[in-house]
């Protein structure tokens, strides 16, 4: 009788702890574009997941939107660097600003114990600061980088991303480069630079400051600008087509250089050059862009685009993924990492001017 009792006893306790463990399976993000993108992650051994399931710390991650072809490397690098270390709740705001504040509602009520956001607006930092500082939880902020104000006025918050004034000079010093290298590109010989700019979205910390200091460096490097026509593309690369498409027929051959805050537009801006004739039969116009994408990488190695400014996304993926992990873990955010902090407590991955004669190091990059 005793043997039962005890078989028993056993046997409930067991169901008692699986029952428990059960709520809290490790879970790691797969899903797209929905509110909550949590999918179980399949294991052979359910020992091993359950043990895992206590070490791997729940994260909540917002992508300002899913249909933004640089933060999809982005969101692809913070991925892969969460297999086995954390779980992840990642959302697409679908640029959507009160859509991203409700989802850091829901990434709370679910438990994180960090947040990873890209905003959609930079000016909602306070907002989400806010919500993070109710609940005590760390907070990294990564790719749209919020005012100095807002990143001092909470100890928990932390920013990953560039020094966005430095992908303006890498992008102005490789024009001025190439166009002293090329006198044929000054087509109408007045030894003034015409060009056309696609600036990202207006207020966003890179957009403006790729707008203004490419221009700035080119100019300090003793060449004349004229600037043609200067208007957002949002990053959009359907935009950019449109944008360009117009430029065309206003000022045709009157545009010597096209000049994009992203490869996403420059790469629209070059299927208008090339339904205009351009790139074929010795009629060329250099485009430029910004951030190292394969599909500009393909452009550069056919010609059809003069280069472009690597801004890693790999790197920027794991390193948000490693702060926002040492945070939820209450380590210090850079506890085991090469990372480094700036006086604005911020971790910034260099930018670099990648053209035709460095392609295999970007291609790499982005693997
Ligand atoms: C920039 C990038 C753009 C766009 C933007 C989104 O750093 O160059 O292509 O992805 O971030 O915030």
């Known amino acids: 009788m005793k043997k039962w009792l005890a078989l028993i006893m056993v046997c409930v306790l067991a169901f008692a702890i699986v029952g428990c463990s059960g709520d809290e399976t490790a879970t790691n993000s797969e899903g797209e574009g929905n509110a909550s993108a949590e999918n179980e992650q399949s294991s052979g051994d359910s020992n091993a997941q359950t043990e895992a399931t206590d ?16 933060m999809s490397f982005v969101r692809r690098s913070i991925e892969t660097a969460a297999e086995g270390k954390a779980e992840l709740i990642l959302n697409d705001s679908q640029n959507n600003q009160a859509t991203q504040n409700d989802q850091v509602d829901m990434m709370i009520s679910k438990g994180v114990k960090s947040l990873a956001i890209n905003l959609v607006d930079p000016q909602a930092a306070p907002t989400i600061i ?17 005012d100095q104000t ?34 044929e590109w000054d087509r109408n010989g007045d030894g003034v ?50 944008l360009m498409d117009a430029w065309i027929s206003k000022h045709g051959d009157d545009i010597e250089m096209v000049i994009a805050n992203n490869d996403g537009m420059a790469l629209g801006a070059i299927q208008s050059l090339q339904a205009a004739g351009y790139f074929n039969d010795g009629k060329y116009m250099p ?46 955010p850079l506890e085991g990492t090469e990372w480094k902090l700036d006086d604005q407590k911020a971790v910034r991955v260099p930018y670099v001017a990648v053209t035709l004669d460095n392609i295999d190091f970007a291609e790499k990059s982005y693997e």
């Open 193 to 242: 630079m015409s060009y056309v700019m696609l600036k990202g979205e207006p207020g966003h910390p890179d957009a403006e400051a790729r707008t203004k200091y490419s221009i700035d460096t080119v100019v300090e490097k003793g060449i004349l600008v004229e600037e043609l026509e200067l208007q957002p593309g949002f990053w959009d690369s359907v935009k950019g087509k449109e």
């Open 287 to 332: 485009v430029v862009g910004v951030d190292a994408i394969p599909d500009a990488l393909s452009k550069i190695k056919d010609g059809s685009m003069l280069g472009t400014v690597l801004n890693d996304a790999k790197n920027q993926g794991q390193a948000t993924l490693d702060l926002a992990r040492n945070a939820a873990l209450g380590k210090d």
């Open 55 to 70: 070490e791997l710390p729940k994260i909540g991650v917002t992508i300002y939107k899913f249909d933004d072809n640089f």
């Open 150 to 183: 807002a990143m001092q006025s909470y100890d928990k918050v932390w920013y990953v991303g560039t020094n966005s004034a430095e992908s303006g000079i890498i992008q102005g010093e490789l024009i001025a480069k190439m166009w002293a290298d090329h006198p």
């Open 130 to 146: 806010g919500k993070a500082q109710s609940e005590n939880l760390p907070l990294i902020f990564f790719n749209k980088e919020p």
